[in-house]
Nanobody, 122 residues
Framework: EVQLVESGGALVQPGGSLNLSCVASGFPFDDFAVGWLRQAPGKGLEWVSTISPLPRFGPAFTYYVDSVKGRFTISRDNAKNSVYLQLDNLKPEDSAMYFC???????????RGQGTQVTVSS
């Protein structure tokens, strides 16, 4: 059974930073793309970012929704079965429940965790 457990959400002021973490289990983590989704109150689920499995040579491929490019950074640590999302220069419109997911880029239908709340407010 796929399990994904997120942590790291918090209340932060605009311009602030957070680092979200997700520990995965129940599947061969090294072999799959993983990423993040988010859902703001009253809105639908939105794909945020995905990181590919590590290629034989070079770094993993990363993908971002346009609204977070240059502000969010996704990374993975296969030794820890973990994926991270560094959120910088946060804006109020980034406020949402953030979910870790096992799915290809731009896909919102994969399994996801329970989520961690990010609130950006002064």
């Amino acid at each position: 059974e796929v399990q994904l457990v997120e942590s790291g959400g918090a209340l932060v002021q605009p311009g602030g930073s957070l680092n979200l973490s997700c520990v995965a289990s129940g599947f061969p983590f090294d072999d799959f793309a993983v990423g993040w989704l988010r859902q703001a109150p009253g809105k639908g689920l939105e794909w945020v970012s995905t990181i590919s499995p590590l290629p034989r040579f070079g770094p993993a491929f990363t993908y971002y929704v346009d609204s977070v490019k240059g502000r969010f950074t996704i990374s993975r640590d296969n030794a820890k079965n973990s994926v991270y999302l560094q959120l910088d220069n946060l804006k109020p419109e980034d406020s949402a429940m953030y979910f870790c997911t096992k799915s290809p880029a731009r896909n919102i239908r994969g399994p996801r965790g329970q989520g961690t709340q990010v609130t950006v407010s002064s």
